[in-house]
């Protein structure tokens, strides 16, 4: 069982030497991460290379694993799907866990900022797919959590819907700031994204680009990148010569 602690403080999470096994298969063998106050990470992978799994492990979702985690603060995770409660109303999904009128009032605010205020009395069941994937970002920030995990929340969603929740993320982690690690298969988005491309491969985490860029990115600027990246995944781009 890995070690858990809170003692940090230029990083909000910090894992060493993780290892967990599935099935008879090293699915992480050792993976040392770090992520600072305010940053964005994005973690990479093939189908079945650990991310989810190394991400549930920094959540406190996974306790059969082996190595350190360190997190200082709260973490709070979103997934692909927006797990809402169908019996509860959407005010009332947002505020799982919270007590007393504050928090009421802080659920109240969290569902102002993505933008859907005027849903606090609907059933999950009446919202489109963008819309329950906002009421799940705004659930997992009520708390202003340290650690922001998010489990492939865009890949749900059609093409122009994912582009408006990708501008709200941002939007929301420039207000709140807090450490970001997402896992994604969607090269372009970890690069319009992240302050730090990660690709996990045989349990370990093989190769990081740091994008230095402004935001909003030009996705020209990004071909050189996106290659390597796609290269170390073992695709061939198709980027033009």
């Known amino acids: 069982m890995a070690a858990r ?4 403080t230029e990083h909000v999470a910090e894992v060493r030497g993780l ?11 050792g993976v040392d991460l770090a992520i600072r106050r305010g940053e964005f990470v994005a973690l990479l992978g093939r189908s079945g ?8 492990a920094m959540a406190g979702l996974d306790n059969d694993v082996e190595g350190k985690i360190e997190i200082s603060g709260t973490a709070a995770i979103a997934f692909q799907e927006p797990r809402l409660i169908p019996w509860k109303r959407v005010l009332a999904n947002i505020g799982l866990g919270l007590r007393g009128d504050v928090p009421l009032e802080r659920a109240r605010a969290a569902l102002a900022e ?16 963008g819309e329950a994937q906002r009421v799940s970002l705004a659930r997992a920030l ?5 650690l922001l995990l998010l489990d492939e929340p ?13 501008n709200l993320v941002l939007d929301l982690w420039v ?41 909003p990115r030009d996705r020209l600027d990004l071909t050189a990148p996106r290659a390597s990246i796609l290269d170390r995944l073992g695709v061939i781009s198709e980027e033009p010569a």
Do not use: C, N, Y
Not at 49 to 56: A, C, D, I
Not at 154 to 166: E, G, P, Q, Y
């Open 142 to 146: 009520v708390r202003e959590p340290a």
């Open 175 to 215: 207000r709140h700031r807090p450490g970001v690690l997402l896992v994604t298969h969607d090269v372009d988005e970890a690069l319009l994204l992240a302050d730090r491309v990660l690709v996990l491969d045989d349990g370990r985490i093989v190769h990081e680009t740091v994008v230095d860029l402004d935001r």
């Open 154 to 166: 865009f890949s749900a969603l059609d093409a122009l819907t994912r582009i408006s929740v990708h």
């Open 114 to 129: 993505v933008g859907l205020d005027e849903r606090a009395d609907d059933w999950p069941l009446t919202l489109s797919g």
């Open 19 to 29: 290892a967990r096994e599935l099935g008879g298969r090293q699915v992480l063998a």
């Open 5 to 8: 602690t809170a003692e940090l």
């Open 49 to 56: 290379s650990g991310k989810s799994t190394l991400l549930r």
